[in-house]
């Protein structure tokens, strides 16, 4: 998952069309309208059904009366008519379900879909059961239902010609540190049992992506109850391995013929038309012994997944006099902490002697890989702090490792210290962040770094450039690395046609703001689908909490996503033309 970053200017490289805007619709309800049909119903009796919302709706708004007399006669809807049919419908699922998929959703986070090292994700149990869930709801729903070798759960809403319209979103989460999740009241809570806290869903997956699954399914179903026809099949697909270089979808591609037209719904609105490229950059350090009279690092940790900035970053210090080493560290950090919480942001450190040990934790800020601008790092803040505390280290793979990270990242993230940094207009700057350290089970230390690449370069001069400067410090430095680098290629669509002029439509009139397509600092499997780009879920000027510790979805947001998801099969699966 992935967050929108900026705005479409004119002419982009002469991949992006100019000023492309939602076409005006003077006779469509918009939000002030919608509001006012939602503070009727949940000031007053609820409607019980469809029908009798949209007789509430007409005599909130006697224009619509044509409109919603044509739908009763199961006349053909066109124009502003089936708009406006579609947009009362999105705000009736959206009040009349809201309950029903804030359950579904919890039954889902409650599903630990994370990658398991030691299974293929298609054999994976918990993989399994979520597609027998996901089966289990289209059933309910009256929607055809297909699992492609438990690489692909597809649901679909048939239409009544032979065009399909591919939704794509996937069921994999990252995994998640326990420790991490604790709320600042000191609350604990289980990242697989959706907790709601004021109008916050916590849960791991339920922004990222599994709120996206829940909505769109009951988005269909309504639209499948309503009786309003549709001329184009929308065809759900749900990906189980997206987080960890989408395999599945690969698999799939082979099998099954994809729609000619996609959207994703695993990024941002109003409607994402470019991604960065991302890239993973691991670099191993072998073990090495060091003497038990020296102060050592014997351990370090962070992030669970190289996608995603931890919220802490620990390191085990053996060997030495700790009891001068650790009066070093404690003397050190005031100072430390008063120089670089200006670079960056706030961030903790905590330092605690456990008989032959000193634990250090970093403490800063989770976001998405993606998204570096918007945590604290705590892995290059804690290896700074172990170089500029005055502590004498032994020279082991701990400490090369600690060296690489401030001599080539420190505590930026725009490639200042690599001197590879580059940005594009419309796609934002190139960004590395040092996000996972840890000790595999041959025993060798790997950093991981993420990597988002705009255009302006391919994934092989990026590649080449990087090993270099990484070949360079490790020759200069007397280290012995081993560099593995996998490097995703960015994405950018011409933004036009009539299914990406309705999806802005859809948005602006939603939620009254602007309505412009958009491009996203992340990647998603948009790259491996035709005439694909985002629509959803990340809000405009949030904080995407998609990897962070204490992952959230707003209730709001939520209630935007059945709303427009809803308007969206009906509109989209209506069109004329996709062009």
Known sequence: MLQFRFSLPALTMGLMAVGLTAPAFAETLKKPALDQLAAAWQGGKPASSFNAFLAQAEKANPELKPAVAAYRKKAPLAGDDLTNIARLLGLYNRLHNQKAVIASLGAMVALPTARNVQIPPHENPTIIDFGKLVEKMARDFG??????????????????????????????????????????DGTRLDPFTMVRVGDRLYGRGTIDDKGSIAAVLYAMKTVKESGLPIQRTMRLMIETTEETGGDAMEYYRGKVPLPAYNIVLDSGYPAVVAEKGAGSLSVFFPAEKTDASVTAITDMGAAAA?????QTATATLKGGDLAAVLAKLEAAKPAFLQKYEPQGGKFAIAITRDGDSIAIKVTGTSAHGSEPQNGVNPLPRLGLFLLESGVTLADNQFLKAVKYVDALYGTGYLGEKIGLGYRDDFMGPLTFSPNLIRTGADGRLVVAVNTRMPRGRTPEE?????????????????????????????????????????????????????????SAAGATTAKQMPNAISFGPGMPGKKYTGHNAKEYKEVPDLDADLQMFTEMLVRIGNLQQMQ
Not at 167 to 181: C, Y
Not at 495 to 503: E, I, K, M, V
Not at 507 to 518: F, S
Request: charge should be negative; glycine fraction near 6%.
């Open 143 to 184: 929607l055809a239902y297909r699992n492609v070798d438990n690489r692909i759960f597809e649901v679909s809403l048939k239409g009544k010609g032979t065009e399909e319209f591919g939704i794509l979103t996937h069921s994999d989460v990252v995994p998640a540190v326990l420790s991490e999740w604790v709320l600042d």
């Open 462 to 518: 990026l590649k080449t450039q990087v090993t270099a400067k990484i070949n360079d410090w490790a020759a200069a430095n007397k280290a012995s690395v081993e560099i593995k680098y996998d490097q995703g290629n960015w994405m950018a669509r011409d933004p036009s046609g009539q299914w990406l002029t309705t999806l802005l439509n859809i948005y602006g009139d939603t939620t009254g703001l602007e309505a412009k397509p958009v």
């Open 306 to 310: 190289v996608n995603a900035i931890s």
